[in-house]
């Protein structure tokens, strides 16, 4: 293959990867029945729909499975080892680098949007409502892979991944500037909470592919090969 050739071929492992049950299937699965679980309870409330939005998919389901779904499909590795087997197959090693990205933050994606899909059905919410959080969903569970995925590109066993998890949950929450660079405080405006620095709907949507772009970037950088 040439210096980048991104053949369909190389998303066969790091997709089996994250499918497997052990680190991925369980553990999501048990977070969507969490998410499900937490929607029947507040279906009695006055706003069921946005109570398990906020409190329960957005701070917890989404970006735990999405680090549960990167974790899986780099095999609880960095990024460059995960990839490696790729390479004897004639991979370069930015193009085998990015497969695992691509495969990560599609994976996330779909169970953010299955989750947010799940919950708000179980609380009977609008149609509307509904597509259009699945949509936001999918947008920041693709955020969180791919913000992850170049996490998990710094570290002996991807620990990086781990770091921008804490940041996550520790800058998440406030809607200061700070909060800023995390994907929580945007999903939780796109679900209808308090934005971060008052940002708009729309900015915070710009932000979420930004964040994707730039875990894409990190991750190519970081698979450069050695001069």
Do not use: K, W
Request: aromatic letters at 4%; hydrophobic letters at 60%; charged letters at 10%.
């Amino acid at each position: 293959m040439g210096a980048f050739s991104l053949s369909p071929s190389l998303l066969q492992l790091p997709l089996r990867r994250g499918l497997g049950p052990r680190r991925a299937l369980v553990p999501v699965t048990g977070l969507v029945l969490f998410a499900l679980v937490a929607a029947r309870l507040v279906r009695g409330q006055a706003h069921p729909a946005d109570s398990v939005l906020l409190e329960t998919v957005g701070a917890v389901v989404i970006p735990l499975a999405a680090i549960a779904l990167v974790r899986a499909t780099l095999s609880g590795r960095s990024v460059g080892d995960a990839a490696a087997p790729l390479l004897f197959f004639g991979a370069s090693r930015r193009a085998a680098a990015t497969a695992q990205l691509l495969v990560a933050t599609f994976l996330a994606a779909t169970v953010a949007a299955l989750a947010t899909l799940g919950a708000l059905l179980v609380v009977h919410a609008a149609q509307a409502d509904i597509v259009r959080s699945s949509a936001l969903a999918a947008l920041a569970g693709a955020a969180y892979g791919a913000l992850f995925t170049a996490g998990a590109s710094f570290g002996r066993s991807g620990g990086g991944a781990i770091v921008v998890l804490v940041v996550d949950a520790i800058l998440g929450p406030g809607d200061s500037a700070a909060a800023v660079i995390t994907p929580r405080a945007h999903l939780r405006a796109l679900f209808g909470g308090v934005a971060p620095a008052d940002l708009s709907s729309r900015v915070s949507c710009v932000v979420l592919v930004v964040m994707i772009a730039f875990g894409l970037l990190v991750v190519n950088l970081r698979a450069r090969p050695p001069r």
